[in-house]
């Protein structure tokens, strides 16, 4: 008997009937994503791997949302590559930086537990889940289309 839903973790190859194609994404290049031909026998893809996606759970980003408000909020103008030069390690906004990273860390331990947990579990309707790229790990979302006003999935 055929299996009738998904489960975390299953790993997914998205066809666009529209555009009559499949979706693709090389996310060590680029973080676009594009509809190459339907797959045919007689023309396979490429690299069928850039098409596909696993299926997770929706993970927790609240500590590096926190990490880059405090980067933002600074009038130093920092980035992630050069705080630790600008800043001295004796100034509170260096500590909170720091403390912000371990809540990272922490937060990625936590995700990655909850997603071992869920391995397998069936997915339910109305369940928010997220796709991850699998030959690159960056996640599907939605940027602004550079020529219109609408909204472009892309990786990230």
């Not at 693709?24 to 098409?51: A, C, F, T, W």
């Not at 927790?60 to 030069?85: D, F, G, I, V």
Request: hydrophobic share 30%; glycine share 4%.
């Amino acid at each position: 008997m055929a299996q009738q839903f998904v489960n975390f973790g299953d790993v997914l190859c998205l066809n666009l009937h529209q555009k009559d194609g499949v979706v693709l994404g090389d996310g060590n290049i680029s973080n676009q994503l594009y509809v190459d031909d339907p797959i045919r026998p007689e023309k396979p893809v490429h690299n069928l791997q850039d098409g596909w996606f696993v299926l997770v759970q929706r993970f927790q980003y609240s500590a590096k949302k926190a990490y880059e408000k405090a980067l933002r909020a600074s009038p130093l103008e920092l980035t992630h590559q050069n705080w630790r030069r600008k800043l001295d390690q004796n100034e509170p906004l260096y500590k909170t930086l720091t403390d912000h990273l371990r809540r990272i860390s922490d937060e990625k331990d936590t995700n990655r537990m909850e997603y071992k947990r869920k391995l397998g579990y069936s997915v339910t309707y109305g369940t928010i889940v997220q796709l991850r790229h699998h030959a690159s790990d960056k996640f599907m979302t939605q940027v602004s289309c550079p020529d219109s006003s609408m909204r472009c999935p892309a990786l990230t």
